[in-house]
């Protein structure tokens, strides 16, 4: 699995999901504190998965924990494997056939709050489709950063076009036009 931020350095001040829990919060079996949602990605261009594996970790939080601020690192509080796909190979088929998705990994140390927190994060997936596309962008990031073999047939790459390789898209699209002497159309109303 290719953790995301670590090959995305850059995105981690906008794009690493972060939540915090305060005293009274209605999920009551979810310590007080920060959380962040970390990202791991399947790098085996063979395959299709669309899989994520959010690690969630509590960050040492002055307000809860001030004797921990200084020395701790983020304390491990759930894995959740989760995949996206309608369209599941036979291995994730024989995987979701004895368990939900998403699901607590087995193989990673889960914390006695570990369920409520995949629970919270399902919802959080579900209801912020600004999020939950996000991730399915930063699947599609990774293999394009390691090379599209593997990547599905009619994959639209696009999206993860930088903000210049956009802006050059939309000056050939413009050269294109007044070579064919097109005039684009107006967004604004009566033009």
């Known amino acids: 699995m290719i953790p995301y931020f670590e090959k995305f350095p850059e995105k981690r001040s906008t794009e690493l999901r972060t939540t915090r829990f305060l005293e009274g919060n209605e ?3 979810i310590p007080c504190g920060t959380y962040v949602f970390t990202e791991y990605y399947c790098g085996d261009l063979t ?9 969630v970790l509590r960050v040492a939080d002055p307000e809860y924990w001030p004797e921990e601020v200084a020395t701790a690192p983020p304390k491990e509080i759930a894995t959740i ?10 291995g994730w088929e024989d995987i979701l056939e004895d368990v ?4 607590l990994d087995p193989f990673h140390f889960q914390d006695r709050c570990a369920e409520a927190m ?10 912020d489709s600004d999020y939950a596309d ?7 990031e990774l293999r394009h950063l390691s090379g599209t073999a593997g990547t599905p047939q009619g994959a639209d790459l696009r999206f993860i076009a930088t903000s210049e390789e956009k802006a050059e898209e939309m000056r050939k699209r413009r050269r294109l ?11 604004r109303k009566g033009s």
């Open 100 to 103: 939900d998705n998403p699901f």
């Open 27 to 29: 999920n009551a079996s």
């Open 134 to 140: 996000r991730l399915q962008r930063h699947y599609w």
């Open 118 to 127: 995949m629970d919270f994060w399902y919802d959080m997936y579900q209801n």
């Open 47 to 55: 395959c299709n998965c669309q899989r994520v594996l959010i690690k």
């Open 177 to 187: 036009l007044q070579r064919r002497n097109v005039k684009p159309k107006s967004r």
């Open 81 to 90: 494997s989760f995949t996206w796909s309608d369209e599941l190979d036979e």
